[in-house]
């Protein structure tokens, strides 16, 4: 991994941060599913895949959206509801997509996004293409029929597809533990024939170079994968549900912060200077400034709009 390569890692899992927070202390900021402490997993699965692959996500979409590259002024533009976004305003976070920027989007019912997934990844391998289809969902979606569907079709016709499991070890406020039989997630791909992993989702290198192999077997031609990263998210469940984990679990949680931990790593290792960082720093709080001013100058979709895209 070159030093260019780390510092894009750094600064994509920052604009993340970055943007959420700034979005949050908005009072229109609306129903949002945070991606704050999971950052590694999208921006690592992200630096796996190339241009003309396709990503699709749960509701959780903002974080996957900016590390798959969609500009964050257009990002907050459609969850503020601004005719500027992708999808004109309408689709907000929990529908998010753009699929020629490589965006296929966001799907708010859990696992809904899995079987959409295999038949985008199925398209591909029909049309002949060398591309992939990865698929970021939480882990209460591996309680869902839809995952054991789209494992078993998806091995059985050898479909480009990675499945990416970013268990933060929370269905909203049910524990992992008490919800799942599994010893670990990844368990799930065996009775498949297929390769399921289990990485720290924490540490954004971990993720990356677990996913470049699995990506480039789906892109050969040898079928699908089960990736799945340990995480934690450092807020709520959502923007209206109120936190149920103790003060003291979240502070542990917040300590193994995955910026904190890779700016440091990388400090360490001589690849990045402090003056560095906080050039990063600087660039990525511009980048959410001025993605806010796009956003608040752009309109609200006209009425007559409202049963456009309607299907």
Same mark, same amino acid.
């Given at each position: ?203 954004? @290198? ?10 480039? @077997? ?46 440091? @790593? ?46």
């Amino acid at each position: 991994m070159s030093k260019m390569d780390d510092a894009r890692l750094l600064r994509a899992m920052l604009l993340i941060r970055t943007f959420e927070q700034a979005l949050v202390r908005r009072k229109d900021h609306g129903f949002q599913l945070l991606s704050s402490g999971q950052e590694a997993v999208s921006v690592g699965v992200c630096a796996a895949l190339e241009p003309d692959d396709q990503l699709l996500c749960s509701g959780r979409s903002i974080g996957p959206a900016l590390a798959r590259g969609l500009s964050p002024s257009i990002v907050m533009a459609e969850l503020l509801g601004r005719s500027a976004g992708p999808n004109r305003g309408k689709g907000g976070r929990g529908h998010l997509a753009w699929p020629a920027e490589g965006f296929f989007g966001a799907h708010a019912v859990v696992a809904g996004n899995l079987t959409i997934a295999a038949g985008v990844a199925l398209s591909m391998s029909v049309q002949g293409l060398s591309t992939v289809t990865a698929c970021i969902f939480g882990d209460g979606a591996c309680g869902a029929g839809a995952l054991h569907e789209s494992l078993n079709i998806a091995a059985l016709w050898k479909l480009p597809l990675v499945l990416v499991c970013d268990n933060n070890q929370y269905s909203i406020s049910t524990p992992r533990s008490e919800a799942l039989a599994p010893k670990q997630l990844s368990d799930l791909a065996q009775p498949f024939g297929v390769p399921g992993i289990t990485v720290d989702g924490m540490d954004v @290198r971990a993720v990356r170079e677990a996913a470049l192999p699995l990506v480039e @077997r789906a892109r050969s031609g040898l079928g699908p994968a089960l990736l799945e990263c340990i995480s934690h998210r450092f807020s709520t469940h959502s923007t209206a549900t109120r936190e149920t984990r103790s003060a003291h679990e979240l502070a542990d949680i917040k300590a193994n912060c995955p910026i904190r931990r890779f700016a440091a @790593r990388l400090e360490a290792e001589s690849i990045l200077t402090a003056l560095a960082y906080d050039r990063i720093r600087e660039e990525v709080e511009i980048a959410v400034r001025d993605a806010i001013a796009f956003a608040e100058a752009a309109p609200y979709p006209d009425s007559a709009e409202v049963l456009s895209d309607v299907v």
